[in-house]
């Protein structure tokens, strides 16, 4: 295999350095095929074990944006209301059982059986993983993301995962095309010797 060779200046800057968190959208609609074209990436980024355990649903309809926006906090309410598209990123506790198809390597379900508090850790630090992916994929496609923890993710986990209850919410974001209007100036991004060490 060639060694490959860094991504040109405009995918950077696409994804990363001229990429921001956006509080309001653009009036132009983001599809279904979008969704899934965003899943097919971002299911490629690394798990433990191939573990997969984010669990998405995507609010497209009205509904289902304001059934999302019902549980959002003051602040976040009207972003994920009036957004194109909103999604839940949550988790399935019980990932393993999946484990024997996607990670057939080993026997890497009995490494999780009968112990839920390390599967919660597993799941919340890989579904996040996930969460991370999904805004990078998004960008990658030309769309914008706007991710948030002010909501009440118990009223979500009744609300959207209550027929099955080893799902939990992890945290939610709207999609669609950003309205630069909506965005404050972006916050500070310290120099690498801030918060890195070399050893």
Known sequence: MPIREPLDDHSLDQIF??????????DKAVSEQQLHAIWELM???PTSANQLPARM?????????????????????????????????????????????????????????????????SAFRNSSLQGAYFIIAARALGLDTGPMSGFDAEAVNADF????????????????????????????RPAFDRFNSVL
């Open 57 to 121: 649903i995507w609010c497209l309809s009205d509904d289902g944006r304001e059934r999302l926006a019902g549980h959002a906090s003051e602040g976040n309410a009207d972003k994920v209301r009036n957004a194109p598209a909103a999604v839940i990123i949550g988790m399935d506790e019980n990932f393993h059982e999946h484990l024997p198809d996607l990670f057939p390597h080993a026997d890497a379900k009995s490494w999780f059986e009968g112990d839920l508090e390390k599967r919660k850790e």
């Open 43 to 45: 299911k490629m980024g």
């Open 17 to 26: 350095r001229e990429a921001r968190t956006y509080n309001g959208y653009l």
């Open 161 to 188: 995962f209550g027929d099955t209850p080893h799902f939990k919410a992890n945290f939610i974001s709207t999609l669609g095309y950003g309205d630069p209007e909506t965005l404050f100036e972006r916050s500070p």
